[in-house]
């Protein structure tokens, strides 16, 4: 069983930045695509970004693109969202998925709250 352990959320000001990170453990498979998702009250989990494993392929929404970050470690089985330029538009609780033969994982979710 793949389990996920996000950190980095917390409260920052609008125009600043935060780091989020997912860790993946327990999976004897290689990760395939890793990716974040986010859901604001009221609203749908929409998708923010992801990344490939092999080509290191990245999709950005485009609410995000030019602001936020993918990135990924295979060695450590991480992936990270470097998020900056916040807007208060971007609070929300922020989950990430990784895909193991074609299963999907999901994280718990971490909140970030952008003040004005």
């Known amino acids: 069983q793949v389990q996920l352990v996000e950190s980095g959320g917390g409260l920052v000001q609008a125009g600043g930045s935060l780091r989020l990170s997912c860790a993946a453990s327990g999976s004897r498979f290689s990760i395939g695509t890793m990716g974040w998702y986010r859901q604001a009250p009221g609203k749908q989990r929409e998708l923010v970004a992801t990344?490939?494993?092999?080509?290191?392929?990245?999709y950005y929404s485009d609410s995000v693109k030019a602001r936020f970050t993918i990135s990924r470690d295979n060695a450590k089985n991480t992936v990270y969202l470097q998020m900056s330029s916040l807007k208060t538009e971007d609070t929300a609780v922020y989950y990430c998925?990784?895909?193991?033969?074609?299963?999907?994982?999901w994280g718990q979710g971490t909140q970030v709250t952008v003040s004005s």
């Open positions: 990344i490939s494993s092999g080509l290191r392929t990245n």
């Open positions: 998925k990784v895909v193991v033969r074609l299963i999907d994982y």
